[in-house]
């Protein structure tokens, strides 16, 4: 072989090996977008900004939160945009349960056929349902007794959350109805003192700061939360509506797997650090890491348990 081939085929060699790196490299080259489907400064915002952060210092490309209100019920539009990118990891949504689970399912073209894959849920929102301190009833089993003969006025932030869903199908299946309902802008201490309803489905950290002259019946949640280590979770009073209200990180279907490692590696990091557990420890939400499949499997089951919930609420 002469030479000229020999030193020919050495650059090609080492241009396959240098292409390779620089494919390897390539993500992220530029801006990623989070996009989280809310107004900012609830828990879903906190994490994914710490998340974002972390990836810019990983990376050292920019990296942003881009709130997009609209995301409970529909129409989802932090969801469409994700949806309506190119499916290259820079943009990635921040998800509640809704997206996911019902986004394909309520005639949103954009989003149907399901158009995403988990890379990890990270966040369980710690909803409770909770009373006054002199309410005459101290468990969701008292609660369900007492109003079969009296009027309880139920406080929620809307029906189309799971939460609210829950309530509603936990007296269906109790053998009570509410004696009326509500959706209020803020359910905390004020709300039970002023008399405004008897019930709250609330998150716990609106009433942290009452929280010894409250009782908390029940959390909507799949553990039980710390900071109210003797209150049952729905699903051990119920096990047909063992769900949360959670939220996730997601990308479109073909987004490729090393993309997906890169954002997978600074999520879960972040969530485990000392700053996002201690959001968990002043607010009772549960910040953990569970990966992809596990995230998949769990959002099939909650398909399902939606689906029973509204065949229970028909």
């Known amino acids: 072989m002469k030479l000229t081939t020999l030193i020919k085929s050495a650059v090609a060699s080492a241009a396959v090996v240098l292409g390779a790196g ?3 490299a390539e993500y ?3 801006p990623v977008n989070f996009i989280v489907p809310w ?6 915002d906190v994490l994914t900004r710490m998340i974002a952060e972390d990836f810019q210092k990983e990376y050292g490309v920019a990296a942003a939160v881009v709130n997009k209100p609209g995301g409970g019920g529909g129409p989802f539009p932090g969801a469409i945009e994700v949806a309506n990118a190119p499916a290259d990891g820079y943009t990635i ?8 689970v ?4 309520i005639d949103i073209p954009p989003l149907t056929p399901a158009k995403f894959d988990p890379l990890g849920i990270f966040l369980t929102y710690p909803f409770v349902i909770a009373t006054s301190g002199d309410a005459p009833y101290s468990s969701m089993e008292e609660l369900a007794a007492y109003a079969k003969d009296h009027d309880v006025a139920l406080g ?7 939460p609210t869903q829950v309530t509603k199908a936990f007296a269906k299946n109790a053998g009570f109805e509410w004696g009326s309902d509500a959706a209020f802008d803020a359910l905390d201490c004020n709300t039970l003192a002023s008399g405004d309803a008897d019930v709250i489905n609330t998150t716990l950290q609106l009433i942290l700061p009452c929280l010894d002259q409250v009782k908390v019946l029940v959390s909507i949640t799949d553990q039980r939360i710390p900071l109210v280590p003797d209150t049952p979770t729905i699903g051990e009073l119920d096990p047909s509506l063992d769900i949360a209200l959670w939220n996730g990180l997601f990308v479109r279907k073909e987004t490729p797997q090393d993309v997906r490692d890169k954002i997978i590696a600074v999520a879960k990091k972040t969530v485990m650090s000392d700053r996002a557990q201690e959001v968990a420890r002043q607010t009772g939400a549960l910040v953990y890491w569970q990966g992809p499949e596990e995230s998949a499997k769990r959002i099939e089951k909650d398909i399902e348990t939606v689906a029973r919930i509204g065949e229970i609420l028909k």
């Open 39 to 44: 107004p900012p400064g609830d828990l879903e």
């Open 28 to 30: 992220p080259e530029k």
């Open 22 to 24: 620089a494919a390897l």
């Open 102 to 105: 019902l986004g394909h399912q």
């Open 156 to 162: 929620h932030f809307g029906d189309v959350l799971t």
């Open 93 to 100: 949504g921040s998800f509640v349960i809704g997206v996911p």
